[in-house]
């Protein structure tokens, strides 16, 4: 018999913590008791532990994108050029549109984030705070890969007829409405088949760009 001890994640230990003092709150609201006895005063949550921050090294962030640029699916080329060049998250990829790509001054806006969970599906919200509704200032080469990538779009829509689902969206499903952002997932795994690189992530590619 093998025994092995694992510690809970600091965010599972917080939860109930955090449901107690609102428990406490409320009925000392109420005045069901006198004091809450949960309240800051009388819980610690402790210091969460470090966690270590994946990203690429420049030599394998070059080694990824020469992987990227031989990719023959354009949507992946694409996305990946993004991802890699301005450090957006994945639901900020998600919710772009072709609206917020200003092709004449080189700049990229991000206003949205595109999400999924299994109750509500894809859906649409604002970035994750106020800081992150911006506009940046993107490279020629990734103009020049959106504007190669736009043609293909809308060549693809044509194709697919009344059967497209008619969207802004930059990416999109098959036959057209908001991507799935797990979507991105699955092309990264398909990159990094048969790749000497370390595990990463998609998120990995942000850490990336601001290292």
């Not at 859906?123 to 800081?131: D, F, G, H, V």
Request: glycine share 6%; with cysteine.
């Amino acid at each position: 018999i093998e025994k092995t001890t694992k510690l809970y994640a600091a965010a599972t230990i917080e939860k109930p913590k955090r449901a107690t003092q609102c428990i406490f709150a409320m009925a000392k609201r109420q005045r069901l008791v006198e004091y809450n006895c949960a309240s800051a005063e009388y819980i610690s949550f402790g210091r969460r532990p470090k966690r270590s921050i994946k990203f690429l090294d420049d030599k394998q962030a070059k080694l990824f994108l020469s992987i990227v640029m031989n990719c023959d699916d354009i949507r992946i080329r694409t996305a990946f050029n993004i991802f890699i060049f301005t450090g957006l998250r994945r639901g900020e990829v998600a919710g772009l549109e072709w609206g917020d790509i200003d092709f004449e001054n080189g700049t990229i806006t991000v206003s949205r984030t595109s999400n999924h969970s299994s109750k509500q599906g894809i859906y649409t919200k604002e970035p994750k705070t106020e800081n992150s509704i911006r506009t940046m200032a993107i490279s020629n080469m990734l103009i020049e890969q959106l504007r190669e990538y736009r043609v293909w779009y809308l060549r693809n829509a044509e194709n697919w007829g009344d059967k497209w689902i008619e969207t802004d969206r930059i990416f999109t499903g098959e036959r057209g409405g908001p991507i799935d952002p797990n979507r991105f997932d699955a092309w990264l795994k398909r990159l990094k088949r048969n790749v000497d690189l370390p595990p990463f992530t998609v998120h990995s590619l942000r850490h990336t760009n601001i290292t």
